[in-house]
RNA sequence: GCGGGUGUAGCUCAGUUGGUUAGAGCGCCAGGUUGUGGUCCUGGAUGUCGUCGGUUCGAUUCCGAUCACUCGCCCCA
């Protein structure tokens, strides 16, 4: 039985849900193509150092979460847990320093060994986005517009929260970690156990720890901004005035941070309160130093991913498929698929059943939603034509067989 | 990875204080209508009661393990 079941926290998407896939995907990148994007579509496989090198010795994705095998190379292999790890590979491999701003879109599955819970698989799909080579904040502002697009275009606009924070560039986030961590220091008993943790291993995540006693203590931690560079502070406000001056709305949330190494200055997150523990739907931030810390030329970055899964749990309408046209046979089957094909060639959407009579073959149409009937009887076809019927009134109309895609072009 | 819940037909779920033919609704199939769907009526099929093992004369029911899903934690999209 076990050989029959989908892999743990892997499924099967059947037409219906599917559909909604396509349609997240599609509306994310149909929006970002607006705003200058291109895909890049990059292996679900990286050699393992491209993950391990770039999201962080300390971070649960590389430490306990990634699938990673031996080839018959010998080589250690890794399917992707995220993608910007690869896309920045990519830019270097190819060269892209040579084409910089660059604006790319991706989507597609990732893989992460996870215990799944709901809107948490071990395969999953995210869509993201990735602009390379700009320092100003403006790119800030336009990727977080981008976000904030199309999950307004999923019809999301009034069902997530934009969070943002800042991380400050190197010298303030090193400045906050050693302040944050004095002070922490002090209470260490009085931390959990997972807190503990992470005061040795990334003490800026204490700052989001669920743990009541945790919260108490983290309230009258010093704060971020106080830590934070002139400039960095000036970033940080050019990226919400921007944001402001767009009519977005956002929260600062002191306390966000995200949990791959790679972030600095800004980091954001739209989240949501309708998928329980897997709130966040839609998260990102800045990455200056990734490119260099991989060996290529520094170049600064920002993005996002948003989980495909995630988002269309959330939404509502899918536009509906086109209805499509039913021909129902009378006797002649090859004909009638000759008559299918005519109409197909036109650019129709067109459904035709393989066997059955034709009460049958009306109600296969009308499951299908089908707009028209096309009914090839005996006694129309020994006058050369067909009865168009209209399945939401019910009229019939006799039409000579060579005025069909004629007929169909002006109902369309 | 840690802790809790669940697992009966394609779907949503009843049920069996351990007893021989396991149910409903929806869906599916057929008929009422030899050339007409959506409504209605009639009839029908369907389950290794998640899997493996134990206890028992007998297990879908009790016990154990395992797998999957699910809720929370960790973490994240």
Redesign the pocket.
């Known amino acids: 039985?076990?050989s029959l079941?989908p892999?743990?926290?892997?499924?099967d998407l059947l037409p219906d849900e599917s559909m909604r896939h396509r349609w997240v995907e599609e509306t994310a990148f149909a929006a970002a193509r607006r705003y200058g994007y291109g895909e890049i579509v990059t292996p679900i496989f990286e050699f393992t150092d491209v993950f391990s090198r770039t999201l962080g010795d300390t971070?649960?994705?590389v430490t306990?979460?990634m699938y990673t095998f031996t080839d018959r190379s010998g080589e250690s292999i890794t399917l992707r847990p995220?993608g910007t790890a690869g896309v920045a590979r990519a830019f270097i491999s190819n060269g892209l320093a040579q084409s910089l701003p660059l604006k790319l879109f991706y989507r597609g599955p990732m893989f992460?060994h996870?215990?799944?819970?709901?809107?948490?698989?071990r395969q999953?799909h995210?869509v993201g986005v990735e602009l390379l080579g700009v320092e100003s904040p403006v790119a800030d502002v336009e990727v977080i517009a981008l976000a904030w697009r199309v999950l307004s275009e999923l019809g999301l606009g009034g069902k997530v929260r934009l969070e943002i924070n800042t991380l400050g560039d190197s010298e303030s986030r090193l400045a906050y970690r050693n302040t944050l961590t004095a002070y922490l220091s002090e209470f260490r008993s009085a931390l959990s156990e997972?807190s503990r943790n992470?005061l040795d291993r990334n003490p800026l995540?204490v700052l989001?720890?669920?743990?009541e006693g945790d919260r108490r203590i983290v309230e009258n931690a010093p704060p971020m901004g106080e830590s934070l560079t002139p400039a960095a502070r000036e970033f940080f406000e050019q990226v919400t005035s921007g944001l402001a001056r767009l009519g977005i709305p956002f929260i600062t949330n002191p306390r966000l941070?995200?949990?791959?190494d790679y972030y600095c200055h800004t980091a954001f997150?739209f989240t949501t309160t309708a998928l329980?523990?897997?709130?966040?739907?839609?998260?990102g931030g800045r990455y200056d130093e990734l490119i260099a810390q991989m060996g290529g030329p520094r170049t600064p970055g920002i993005g996002w991913?948003?989980?495909v899964?995630?988002l269309s749990m959330l939404v509502e309408a899918v536009p509906s498929a086109l209805r499509p046209i039913s021909i129902i046979p009378?006797g002649d089957d090859l004909a009638a698929v000759a008559v299918a094909e005519r109409l197909r060639r036109a650019g129709m959407v067109v459904d035709m059943g393989f066997s059955?009579?034709?009460?049958?073959r009306?109600?296969r149409?009308?499951?299908a939603n089908a707009r028209f009937?096309v009914?090839l009887?005996?006694?129309?076809g020994a006058r050369n034509a067909v009865?168009i019927?209209d399945?939401?009134?019910?009229l019939?109309d006799e039409v000579p067989l060579a005025m069909l895609e004629e007929h169909f072009g002006r109902l369309v």
């Open positions: 039985m076990s079941q892999v743990r926290g892997t499924h971070s649960d994705v306990k979460e995220e992460r996870e215990r799944p819970q709901k809107g948490r698989l999953f995210q997972d992470r995540r989001d720890s669920k743990d941070v995200r949990g791959l997150e329980g523990a897997q709130g966040t739907v839609l998260a991913a948003a989980g899964e995630r009378m059955g009579n034709m009460k049958k009306m109600a149409a009308n499951k009937a009914i009887g005996e006694e129309e009865t019927r399945l939401d009134t019910g019939q």
